[in-house]
């Protein structure tokens, strides 16, 4: 069918903007499914050294004047954490459909405001959780939807890092970025792992979070340049939690940026009476014939998790089709997220409105 390239903008032309993101709308403007009509980034070398690179139409300093003159149809917010929300909302009023990295704000209420823009404008709004669209969570997804588990009952979401604080951009800033590796990494496993235990509604959380390396002089983060002052790191760089959900489900989650762990180590466990399925090792879990049993994958197909985003997203604006990660379910992150930390402050466990 013949139709009109969408005309996409990204917003922020940094790091993730320019490794994950620009390169896969690349991808399709050469299918001529869409034009890159605008890249817009504070730093006017940057956007348009964005603008060369990946053959947009313009480049801009100003994120509402783009909105005003570019005639858009997609935005794509790929800027610090503090500027999702608003950004999304102003695209979402502008008639644009949204694609808006992680996490999806700084608060509830702001993720709320968003969710109820969605419905006011009738316009698409996805956050970026690319972790659900590569091979392996697609097809434990599979297996989970055939009811093969059983009564899912818990699950756990760890990503532990020994050494690996960002140490470039806002990441270590409260005020810019909200939190440390609970909203930076965690938000990816939590969110991979509601999405496979079927998205149950939270109703409580018990959280901790600790600021143990990040401000230290003597931080030794292996590799991974520190660029900031270390008197700026102002977000955790430890956060442990138990949330509770609807009917008795739970889920254990663990993040760092630093500990003191013999190796990084990330996954998802789901936990079924029947079944349960772990994407590291990954496998599907249990006891048949007499004796314990796991199935594995000897074979998946390659799936880089942007890209499938993206092109997930496109297809969904080109044929009015609901987007895989629904906003709800990104305010149902959003909310366990606020309750961890507020949750931390109290010391006790907080109920999830
Ligand atoms: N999905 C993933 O795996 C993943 C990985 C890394 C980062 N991220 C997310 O991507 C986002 C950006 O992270 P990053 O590492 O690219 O950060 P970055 O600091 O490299 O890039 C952010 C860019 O936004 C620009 N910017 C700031 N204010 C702006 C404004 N008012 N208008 C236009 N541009 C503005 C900055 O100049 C910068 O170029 C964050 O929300 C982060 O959580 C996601």
Redo the contacts with the bound molecule.
Sequence with gaps: MNRKPLRVAI???????TT?HLPFWRELAMEDRVTIAAV????RD?AQACKDAFGAEAAYTD?DTMLEDAKLDIVDV????R??SPFSIAALNGGCHVLV???MAMTAKEAADMVDTVHATGRKLMV?Q?MRFEAHAEKLKAVIDTGELGNIYTARAYWLRRRGIPG???FHIADESLGGPLI?IGV?LMDLCLWLMGSPKPVAASGQVYRMFGDREDLVNAGWDIRYPRSEFDVEDFATALIRFENGVTMNAEFSWAANIPQETLGVHVLGDKAGVSTSPLGIYGAKHGTLTRTTFDWLPEQEGHRGEIRHFTECVEEDLPVRVQPEESLYIQKIIDAIYRSSEAGRELPIE
């Design positions: 917003a922020g032309c940094g790091s993730i903007a994950k817009c980034d504070l730093d940057r994120y790929c800027t610090h954490n500027l999702h990295e992680k996490p970026a690319h470039w951009g806002k930076d990816h």
